[in-house]
């Protein structure tokens, strides 16, 4: 009769494997770092400070030497008084207007190429994309004319039609998209063609729900450089009634002085919807900058 015997266990007397912790820092260097961020950021708000408290001031103690950061007194009718002195409401809702629509459709124009450029494969493709993107790096005053004359012609010079046409694509977001896009598995959408899914429909359901970090960042860069725009309404827009907020800024300016007061009570007012709309945005501007590949 045989006797059969029972495996027996071994136990491991080796530690268990630990991650190893990662590199230690420094207390002193931490310190270091975070003051030269805090000196850095506070630089940045001087100007803007600076703004706010000239916009509470008299025209004549705006430029005073040495600067008093805090008016002795506080004139808060400068508020009240711009929206008399020049239409402000319409500048305003002139901006906003552009911006709007400029932002839409260089989100909608961006992201259509992106996923052209990023998810289909054609021949040409990458070639094509290099000499789009390139155009980045011709200064806009190389063909400023040319644009003039050819909107001049087609009587668009005056309307708002001659800003959204030039600046409803745009190169930069086009590539912004594009990296962000490029994160995204290939087969997410080989599995939807696979079950029919179309182009257009895999861009709508799967590409769109997956990129609003993208998308928001790409919004609100274009938001702004839209409502700061200057040299554009500058060029194209001569009627009042058309101005942005930031030409009817100039109106304080005159030939040989200007109400610096009114200004800065202005750029105060002009910055309110930008502020407003990155403290909205915040989470997925940062999201989609650090997740786009333009990391400094």
Not at 67 to 80: E, M, S
Not at 149 to 165: E, H, P, R
Not at 205 to 219: C, E, G, Q, V, W
């Amino acid at each position: 009769m045989s006797v059969v015997e029972a495996p027996t266990a071994t136990v491991s007397l080796d530690p268990p494997d630990v991650p190893s912790p990662g590199p230690e820092r420094h207390p002193v260097r931490t310190a270091v770092m975070y003051l030269l961020i805090t000196v850095i950021a506070l630089g940045v708000l001087v100007p803007f400070v600076w703004m706010v408290s000239s916009s509470l001031k008299n025209n004549n103690e705006v430029f005073t030497v040495p600067t008093q950061w805090i008016p002795r007194d506080f004139q808060w009718h400068n508020y009240v008084d711009i929206w008399s002195r020049i239409p402000m409401t319409t500048y305003l809702r002139n901006s906003l207007f552009l911006s709007l629509v400029i932002t839409f459709l260089q989100v909608l124009t961006g992201s259509f190429a992106a996923y052209g450029f990023s998810k289909v494969r054609w021949r040409g493709r990458d070639a094509l994309f290099v000499a789009y993107i390139a155009t980045i790096a011709v200064p806009w005053q190389a063909y400023m004319v040319p644009q003039y004359v050819m909107l001049q012609k087609a009587g668009l010079v005056n309307t708002f039609w001659s800003l959204i046409l030039l600046q409803a694509f745009g190169a930069f977001g086009v590539f912004l998209l594009r990296q962000y896009y490029l994160t995204i598995p290939d087969e997410l959408c080989e599995a939807a063609r696979i079950d029919g899914l179309s182009e257009y429909g895999i861009y709508r359901r799967i590409i769109l729900p997956l990129s609003k970090p993208a998308l928001a960042s790409l919004a609100l860069l274009t938001f702004v450089a839209t409502w700061n725009d200057y040299m554009g309404p500058f060029i194209y827009l001569t009627s009042n009634e058309l101005w942005t907020v930031q030409l009817g800024l100039k109106s304080f300016v005159g030939l040989f002085d200007g109400d610096y007061a009114m200004i800065m009570t202005g750029s105060v007012i002009s910055v309110v919807p930008i502020l407003v709309i990155f403290l909205l945005g915040q989470k997925y501007f940062i999201q989609g900058i650090a997740t786009s590949g333009l990391k400094g």
